[in-house]
């Protein structure tokens, strides 16, 4: 069975940083490209990072180009996302969620959600 936990959220200052991890079980990220999203208070969810899982391409949505960075560990099966320098508009709740890298890059570009049967989230607060 398919499962995506997120993990790694919490409260940190303006010009802080946190590490998110998504840890995957039920497939292996040989054959997904895993996707990134958030979703504030009463704003739709929207995409901010993706990764391939053929050569680790990434991609980024602009708000967060620079400072959010993507990586997978395939060993550990589990794909993280970097944020420094956070900013208070960052916070939301974040989901990790598989696709193809292609569905995935459209979707954060054009700021739109997918179909995905989305778990809890972790939440990343960022306010001094």
């Known amino acids: 069975q398919l499962q995506l936990v997120e993990s790694g959220g919490g409260l940190v200052q303006p010009g802080g940083s946190l590490r998110l991890s998504c840890a995957v079980s039920?497939?292996?990220?040989?054959?997904?490209?895993i996707g990134w999203f958030r979703q504030a208070p009463g704003k739709e969810r929207e995409g901010v990072a993706c990764?391939?899982?053929?050569?680790?391409?990434?991609y980024y949505a602009d708000s967060v180009k620079g400072r959010f960075t993507i990586s997978r560990d395939n060993a550990r099966n589990t794909v993280y996302l970097q944020m420094n320098s956070l900013k208070p508009e960052d916070t939301a709740v974040y989901y990790c969620?598989?696709?193809?890298?292609?569905?995935?890059?459209?979707?954060?570009?054009?700021?739109?959600?997918?179909?995905?049967?989305w778990g809890q989230g972790t939440q990343v607060t960022v306010s001094s």
């Open positions: 990764i391939s899982s053929s050569d680790g391409s990434t």
């Open positions: 039920g497939f292996t990220l040989d054959y997904y490209a």
């Open positions: 969620a598989p696709g193809s890298f292609r569905v995935l890059k459209i979707a954060i570009a054009t700021k739109r959600d997918i179909e995905h049967n």
